[in-house]
């Protein structure tokens, strides 16, 4: 179980009902590790800044993140979290392992940028 | 000065000992900010299980944190977290902090609790395959080395126990130690040198990660001969110990060769005003315990000091 306050995907019907009903999202796939909670712990801190982002977790265990770890653009990853930003159900990048507040914010602003931030 | 961001104390650092400075402060009625380059929590976030926190029975370092950053903002603590220092002036009655959100942020008071860190590396290659075959947890990315050969760069029992803890995926793990002796537990080193996967490299160290996509190898030195020699490998899992967050201040307050925070029994540094608490001053044992009765007693010395600066 993630311990975080994003919201936690547990299904891969779930997580395709997100992607469907929201236009850029971020979900965080992984566990309870130091490598995964400064991840999670940035998203819940630019949540409300980034309004216009649906910032989820999903974790790396359940069967149903499959929908994650079969993503081609994760094949070569070895390092958890797997993070995946989607727009309009897309994927638009993807990282493996801890990132800096600053390696997030620049790809949200990056990726997402056609919508204005809050 | 800013009346609106003068603080009568700045915390840097928002592990235990910041949190614990902070809830103190603030319940004493002392306007305190707390300022983090990280996520709040510091190492404390990244222990799975803590059993042994006196009053509770079982929490994971994430939900203490939690707590403890919830305990802090109802008593009127500001926080700030995930945010760079881009200056800081510790001398003379004022003292000030630039962040890197443009703001310039004062106080009477400053206690220093950056906690501390994994160490790396710092070759080349080193962050381009982090998460592509660099690892610094065996326990978050082991899995992904099922049947693979690695190597495992340290010799203190992380890195020992660690490189056991990874044969259970690898076919194959290398230990790389700088040294010709292990600094880990006799029963530890036993145990690794009876293993069949595990091989050792003694007098040797990493100079460079290489690959495409993904590590594919590592370039190691040989101390005795100086040569250096290309050597394949899967992924590289680094475990040489922690190191003081304290290269910020390094001279601006006292601190000893191991770049630790230098302080009196009150918490008191050299510089009037400021104090130091947790992982980062000197000190021999470093627990979330011990953090939070450092962050207790600086708390409880800056009000003292408040006090009688004001009166």
Redesign the interface.
Known sequence: ML??NLKHIESADEHAKILSENENVMVIC?????????VY??AE??EDEYKNVKFCDMEFDNPESRVIRNLPEVS?????PFTIYYKNGKVVKA????QT?AQVTSILDKEFSATVKA | MNAKNHYDAIVIGAGPAGLSAGIYLSRARVKTLIVNE????GQM??T?EIANYPGVENI?G??LSNIMKKQAKTFGCDIK??IEIESLDLVGKTKSIVLSDGNTYTSETVVLSPGGRSRTLGVMGEDDF????????A???GD??TDKEIIVVGGGNTAIEEAISLTRYASKVTIVHHSDYFKATDYAIKEARNHPKINFLMDSVITAFNGH??LESVEIKDLKTNETNLFKTD?AFVFIGYMSNTEFISNKVGLNKWGEIIVESDMSTNIEGVYAAGDSIAKRFRQVTTAVADGTIAALAVAEYLHEKNN
């Open positions: 311990y975080t992984g566990r309870m590790g130091p490598m995964c909670i400064p712990g940035i801190e630019i070569g990853f070895m390092g958890i990282t493996s392992s801890i507040k | 990280g996520t709040v929590g976030i990244l799975h994971s994430y939900q977290s995930n982090k998460g592509k075959g660099i690892s610094y947890c326990t978050c990315d992904f080395f996509e993904n992924g």
